[in-house]
């Protein structure tokens, strides 16, 4: 059975998935079979693995760090909140239902049988299990049926690292607070801290490991720089989702919307040289773009609803007249369409017009389709005329169908209208033949030749990986890692 190591924060965004990722990829580079695990994942952005079964996008990116084989059993629970106070419960891939958050807190001890058995299936393949733990390790109030923090490190009897953020200040109080709530027999299985996330000279900062060994009584594994690496983040706290202004040649503009998903399908377009991605969430921030993207949504008839109170429906439209390009992807592909019906309830009820950009009609149900996909884009008018012939591979997550009159845009369906394009193909951008077709395109329309290079999405990530791996492993004593690995709890 495999050795595992858990790493658990102090908060969330604390660097925990990175962390994580970069010992994946540290022991993979060393020669072990390593495999990322999270017993549950609270998260929008998500992923279909070639079964058709769907997980979090934290451990696809850890699995692509490890170099393994990606699995639904890395990340057996997944919630994707639909409201405030509610969530729709995936165990292994499948969907259970939506729950009432206090109906899931009473329901969750009885996924433990499901979680271990991922977890030994997964133990009994690899030699290294890197196991992330969600939030904080010491939410007392939701301590006693836990099943993702210590109670995961209990079951798998991990030791754990825990990860602070400085950049966020507080570092003292964060590992030195979450030590003191934790219980001892908790804290005794901390076996080292991480402070994470620090920016300028560490030399300055010795003093303070000092502060933290000495009253934490725990060893400080390492104080480890804010790294500047490209790497697919799902946590609705991304850096990436805040607004900022448009600093490159073309200026793509993604709709911020309330209950955004699957973000991570615009990253591939962040490689291209004089190429700027930002995220807007206001009329006043989406100024001139030359390509807006709506992306998905795990609640389309709100969104779209917030999309006419805001005025950014009104701002794309004016946009669109004036020529400007606008996609959809799944939810913003029905937002796209004339009306969006919900008579199930599937994702609350309802009915709402939609943006009128594309003659659709979309009704949920309660069936979702997922589904990994690949096709080609048919003849494609206006601006992205270019994709015209285009392979493309990716897969699918949605609730409903969406009927079309208009001309379709890919061998799978989709619809066109002039420079207006709708499909739910996540990842159709990731093709690096697709997206820098589209690069050129909006290069030519501004009168400028594109003189980059063409993406290849999948080398550049290994190539981040590394440096990711390269950087943890110089700011950490990995030997002092692979001692609590190999003694454990």
């Known amino acids: 059975m495999a050795k595992p ?11 925990k998935s990175l962390f994580a990722a970069a010992l994946c ?9 390593v495999s990322p695990f999270k017993s549950q994942n609270m998260a929008l952005n998500s992923y279909i693995t070639a079964d058709g079964l769907e997980m979090g996008r934290a451990q696809v990116m850890q699995a692509e760090a490890a170099g393994i084989e990606l699995s639904v059993l890395m990340n057996p629970i997944l919630l994707k909140p639909t409201t405030d106070v509610g969530s729709q419960v995936i165990v292994n891939g499948e969907v259970r239902g939506n729950m009432r958050a206090m109906d899931y807190f009473k329901y969750k001890k009885e996924l433990v049988p499901d979680i271990m ?27 006693s049926d836990d099943i993702v923090n210590m109670g995961m490190a209990k079951l798998a009897k991990a030791p754990v690292l825990l990860v602070g953020d400085i950049d966020r200040g507080g570092i003292f109080a964060q590992l030195l607070g979450t030590l003191m709530l934790v219980e001892q027999e908790e804290r005794d299985m901390i ?14 900062f010795q003093s303070g490991v000092d502060i933290l060994e000495q009253r934490g009584g725990k060893p400080v594994v390492g104080v480890v720089p804010y790294i500047n690496c490209d790497i697919e983040d799902e946590d609705s706290l991304s850096d990436k989702l805040e607004n900022k202004s448009a600093d490159g040649i073309i200026d793509i503009a993604v709709i911020r919307l309330p209950r955004i998903s699957n ?14 991605v930002r995220y807007v969430s206001k009329p006043s921030q989406l100024e001139n773009p030359d390509f807006i993207i709506i992306p998905g949504t795990k609640s389309t008839i709100n969104d779209m609803k917030w999309l006419v109170e805001s005025g950014l429906e009104i701002a794309v439209k004016r946009a669109a007249e004036k020529g400007v390009p606008v996609f959809g992807i799944c939810g913003g592909y029905q937002i796209l369409g004339e009306k969006i019906s919900d008579p199930d309830f599937s994702e609350g009820g309802g009915c709402t017009d939609g943006m009128r950009l594309l003659k659709c009609r979309t009704v949920f149900s309660q069936e979702k389709n997922r589904s990994r996909t690949s096709g080609k884009f ?6 992205f005329s270019c994709l015209t012939g285009a392979e493309f591979s990716g897969y699918e997550i949605h609730l409903g169908e969406t009927e079309s009159d208009e001309k379709p845009l890919l061998s799978c369906g989709g619809a066109q209208n002039g420079n207006i394009y709708g499909c739910y193909i996540h990842g159709i951008f ?4 697709v997206s820098e077709r589209i690069v050129k395109a909006l290069y030519k329309r501004k009168g400028i030749a594109f003189n980059g290079g063409t993406a290849d ?3 550049y990530k290994e190539r981040q990986y590394d440096q990711l791996a390269d950087e943890v492993r110089k700011n950490i004593d990995m030997e002092l890692v692979y001692k609590i690995l190999n003694e454990g709890i």
């Open 430 to 433: 990731d093709n690096s033949d």
């Open 263 to 276: 973000f991570t399908d615009f990253d591939v377009f962040s490689q291209y040289e004089g190429v700027s």
């Open 457 to 459: 999405r999948k080398a």
């Open 378 to 383: 048919l003849q494609v008018d206006g601006i």
């Open 25 to 33: 990829r540290i022991f993979k580079q060393d020669g072990y079979s």
């Open 5 to 15: 190591i858990m790493i658990q924060g102090t908060m969330s965004n604390a660097g």
């Open 191 to 204: 076996k080292g801290l991480v402070v994470n996330k620090f920016r300028g000279d560490k030399s300055i």
């Open 117 to 143: 058995k991922a977890y030994n299936v997964l133990s009994s393949q690899h030699d290294i299990i890197v196991i992330e733990g969600a939030g904080s390790a010491a939410e007392l109030n939701l301590k």
